[in-house]
């Protein structure tokens, strides 16, 4: 089942093939619904939730990603980086359009957050802090305005931190976020 479904995510990957990339989904759902996980053993390797709701992020399609998360979590994730990804992914989610979604902001801000914690703890999984700040700072993208930058500021002073806790070597950019913390960007 694991290589069907990944050839599937392959091809959506690709190709931006949304009709592989709903192949994919729907082989996970049915197998889901027939076999739920029992005891820990699963029809397919737990990963293929995650890298599904990625596509289905990159493709438009956040139906499937949000229920191919609810599956994933439904489970028990092992503690690797598709845990981490998961959390992107949820983060994405919740982004905000606007500035007018404060509530989506702190959401979307809470699962990046989220991932940080996770990975900084283990060298190997430091990529998903740089990862988290990136999507981080696509979905701040519409804070930047006079007068809602101030909400900002715990979140981003937290990124800033995990850049520098996992040693981050790109400087540019943890340069760029901390100048965004002194507000002085136009």
Not at 3 to 8: A, E, G, L, M, S
Not at 90 to 102: I, T, V
Not at 151 to 170: C, Y
Request: charged share 25%; proline share 6%.
């Amino acid at each position: 089942m694991d290589f069907r479904i990944r050839q599937y995510l392959t091809s959506a990957e690709n190709y931006k093939d949304i009709f592989d990339l709903k192949n994919a989904y729907q082989l996970i759902k049915a197998t889901n619904q027939e076999r739920p996980a029992v005891d820990g053993a699963e029809a397919f390797n737990s990963d293929l939730y995650v890298l599904c709701a990625e596509q289905g992020i990159q493709l438009g399609q956040p139906d499937i990603s949000k229920d191919c998360l609810m599956m994933y979590f439904k489970g028990k994730p092992p503690p690797n980086q598709f845990l981490g990804r998961a959390y992107l992914c949820q983060g994405q989610l919740q982004a905000p359009g606007s500035s007018e979604h404060l509530d989506k902001f702190e959401k979307s801000a809470a699962y990046f957050l989220k991932a940080m914690l996770f990975a900084k703890e283990q060298p190997r999984y430091h990529f998903l802090v740089y990862n988290a700040s990136v999507l981080y700072w696509k979905m701040v993208r519409p804070f930047l305005k006079p007068g809602s930058r101030y909400v900002l500021i715990p979140s981003l002073t937290r990124v800033v931190k995990a850049l520098d806790e996992t040693e981050e070597p790109d400087y540019e950019w943890r340069g760029q976020l901390m100048i965004l913390m002194t507000g002085k960007v136009h």
